[in-house]
């Protein structure tokens, strides 16, 4: 089982050993390996089970004949491995690229030309792997590989090809060598005479127009997710629901338009109580989350429940849902589901502690319900929506006001346990594990964050496409992203359940791929990448990031002369 274990860890990217803080080499044992392995779903305590698992897995892997996703720099070979049993390896295949553009690129190849790199044999057939070179050269963007046999329609295998750019974008300013200065917000914290006791994205706008009369060209944000409106104290920027939406307590309600178009609702805001309610919540020392996030929540249901969209308002909302397709739908699922159990009175901080038929957004007892409420859903639609917009008019103003990069997001390393993210992708997170960190300088003992890590292998399988919308949603409204622990990207501490962050293992990504999406989504949306490479780093990786055009993220207090 030793032997099992340790070569199971290394097919699945589980550090035997890293580099401490210190500099001093640091070993996994085995005990934390198994945890990590089980964590991602092996049968570590049954070796029986396990050999079965493998053996399946082993099967799996032989009878696809490619590979789910491969990525590639523009102007690199379109190297395959194609795996088949032993009596197509002589026919002819035909491939056909379907670019995303439109065009249709094609070809054929024998896959015995090409370079023998594996053999496997079952009871019933021999299989063999060839690396196979294409002659092609595709567009940037996401593609469709198609394999075909001669005389036969129906595809032998599917492959998706992402093309991506060498290096990440840069401002033509910046990549010319200009230096250019922001402050850094939490944008929580900004204060004004006109928002209800936390900062808005009104603010933000304002903050903007200010700095860059100043001479700044970016303004830096804290992480900006979806968090839970129904649990205002869950306020953590860092440990959100979902890195995909929008944390709706930055709406500015008295900007909405819906709320503008209501006679009642303006005079009630204007009303001496409402607004001696609104000046005690921007008095306080500290943000009143429950306070804050009541009021507007209150004020912006009576917006929705009796607002009527004209024409053009309701086509973009409709837009707007249907371009965030399910997740979006999981997000306000999630948010209506977690109102409606507070509002009974129940503990409900996320979907572990719901009855056991909401616990999945795929149950159907989750879409019974969603269809049983669907003012509550769309309600939380809406506040995306709104969101969204007023986020999209910060930018703007950036824009407009001269700004180089603007608007500065950040990209949190995770989500927390009870959150939408892991609700509605269960297959994809672990979370019987967590991610941290090691000991290191700053904490002696590690440590433990408490965010479940995406699955590697589960990310492969879905052909990445988790990241490219997490980067993809990222960087809209803005021209740079900070990535938090960017080190991500290469490798994640992750911590067993019950146990010190010290008993930890570092498991590996893709880095290459991801930084290859990365780099195609930041050239999409024209968003500069900063990366925040503090800690235990790797060596090596900081070269890494700065070919791939990522840029350094360094603390003055930290930097020493030389």
């Known amino acids: 089982m030793t032997t099992l274990i340790e070569q199971l860890a290394a097919a699945k990217g589980i550090a035997s050993e890293y580099v401490d803080a210190w500099g001093h080499p640091a070993q996994v044992s085995e005990e934390s390996k198994a945890a990590m392995l089980g964590a991602m779903g092996y049968h570590v305590d049954d070796e029986a089970a396990l050999v079965q698992q493998l053996e399946e897995e082993h099967r799996q892997h032989w009878l696809r004949a490619l590979d789910p996703v491969m990525v590639v720099r523009t102007g690199d070979a379109v190297t395959?491995?194609?795996?088949?049993?032993?009596?197509?390896?002589?026919?002819?295949?035909?491939?056909?690229l379907q670019q995303e553009q439109g065009a249709v690129l094609s070809g054929q190849f024998t896959p015995i030309e090409g370079e023998l790199?594996?053999?496997?044999?079952?009871?019933?057939?021999?299989?063999?792997?060839?690396?196979?070179?294409?002659?092609?050269?595709?567009?940037?963007?996401?593609?469709?590989?198609?394999?075909?046999?001669?005389?036969?329609?129906?595809p032998l295998a599917t492959m998706?090809?992402?093309?991506?750019?060498?290096?990440?974008?840069?401002?033509?300013?910046?990549?010319?060598?200009?230096?250019?200065?922001?402050?850094?917000?939490?944008?929580?914290?900004?204060?004004?005479?006109?928002?209800?006791?936390?900062?808005?994205?009104?603010?933000?706008?304002?903050?903007?127009?200010?700095?860059?009369?100043?001479?700044?060209?970016?303004?830096?944000?804290?992480?900006?997710?979806?968090?839970?409106?129904?649990?205002?104290?869950?306020?953590?920027?860092?440990?959100?629901?979902?890195?995909?939406?929008?944390?709706?307590?930055?709406?500015?309600?008295?900007?909405?338009?819906?709320?503008?178009?209501?006679?009642?609702?303006?005079?009630?805001?204007?009303?001496?109580?409402?607004?001696?309610?609104?000046?005690?919540?921007?008095?306080?020392?500290?943000?009143?989350?429950?306070?804050?996030?009541?009021?507007?929540?209150?004020?912006?249901?009576?917006?929705?429940?009796?607002?009527?969209?004209?024409?053009?308002r309701q086509a973009a909302f409709?837009?707007?849902?249907?371009?965030?397709?399910?997740?979006?739908?999981?997000?306000?699922?999630?948010?209506?589901?977690?109102?409606?159990?507070?509002?009974?009175?129940?503990?409900?901080?996320?979907?572990?502690?719901?009855?056991?038929?909401?616990?999945?957004?795929?149950?159907?007892?989750?879409?019974?319900?969603?269809?049983?409420?669907?003012?509550?859903v769309n309600f939380y639609l809406y506040l995306q929506f709104l969101a969204d917009e007023q986020l999209a008019q910060a930018d703007a103003r950036a824009k407009a006001a001269g700004m180089v990069m603007g608007i500065y997001r950040d990209l949190a390393v995770g989500v927390s346990e009870g959150s939408t993210e892991i609700w509605a992708n269960q297959d994809l997170y672990c979370p019987k594990a967590s991610v941290g960190a090691p000991p290191d300088i700053l904490g002696p003992l590690g440590q433990n964050w408490g965010l479940p890590p995406m699955n590697p292998n589960k990310l492969f399988e879905a052909a990445y496409q988790?990241?490219?919308?997490?980067?993809?949603?990222?960087?809209?409204?803005?021209?740079?992203?900070?990535?938090?622990?960017?080190?991500?990207?290469l490798r994640l501490w992750w911590v067993p359940p019950g146990a010190s962050a010290a008993k930890g293992a570092y498991i590996y990504y893709p880095v290459n791929d991801l930084l290859g999406i990365l780099a195609l989504e930041s050239h999409r949306n024209q968003c500069l990448l900063i990366g925040e490479d503090?800690?235990?780093?790797?060596?090596?990786?900081?070269?890494?990031?700065?070919?791939?055009?990522?840029?350094?993220?360094?603390?003055f207090f930290f930097e020493r002369s030389k």
């Open 466 to 489: 988790p990241m490219v919308d997490l980067f993809r949603a990222n960087m809209r409204s803005c021209g740079a992203l900070r990535i938090d622990h960017v080190m991500a990207l």
């Open 117 to 154: 790199v594996g053999v496997a044999e079952f009871e019933e057939m021999e299989c063999q792997a060839y690396r196979v070179t294409l002659e092609m050269a595709p567009e940037l963007g996401y593609h469709q590989l198609v394999l075909l046999e001669e005389g036969n329609d129906e």
């Open 318 to 376: 409709d837009a707007f849902v249907a371009a965030g397709g399910d997740s979006l739908q999981q997000q306000a699922a999630f948010d209506a589901l977690q109102a409606h159990f507070y509002a009974k009175g129940e503990n409900a901080w996320g979907w572990p502690v719901w009855p056991q038929e909401l616990r999945d957004y795929h149950n159907p007892a989750v879409a019974a319900w969603m269809a049983a409420h669907p003012q509550d």
């Open 80 to 96: 395959l491995e194609v795996r088949l049993p032993i009596e197509f390896v002589n026919d002819t295949l035909t491939w056909q």
């Open 534 to 555: 503090l800690g235990t780093v790797p060596e090596g990786i900081d070269v890494t990031l700065k070919e791939n055009g990522v840029h350094s993220y360094k603390v």
């Open 160 to 312: 998706r090809l992402i093309v991506a750019p060498k290096a990440c974008y840069k401002q033509a300013p910046i990549a010319n060598g200009r230096k250019v200065w922001g402050p850094s917000v939490q944008l929580y914290c900004l204060r004004s005479r006109h928002n209800w006791g936390i900062g808005d994205f009104s603010d933000l706008g304002q903050l903007v127009e200010k700095a860059a009369a100043w001479g700044a060209h970016f303004v830096g944000l804290n992480p900006i997710h979806a968090l839970y409106p129904a649990n205002p104290e869950s306020a953590s920027p860092y440990s959100p629901s979902s890195r995909r939406w929008l944390n709706v307590a930055y709406i500015n309600v008295e900007a909405v338009p819906e709320f503008q178009q209501s006679a009642r609702l303006k005079a009630e805001v204007a009303s001496p109580a409402f607004q001696q309610h609104l000046a005690d919540l921007r008095a306080k020392e500290n943000v009143d989350y429950t306070g804050v996030i009541q009021t507007k929540l209150g004020m912006l249901r009576q917006v929705f429940d009796e607002a009527s969209l004209g024409a053009e």
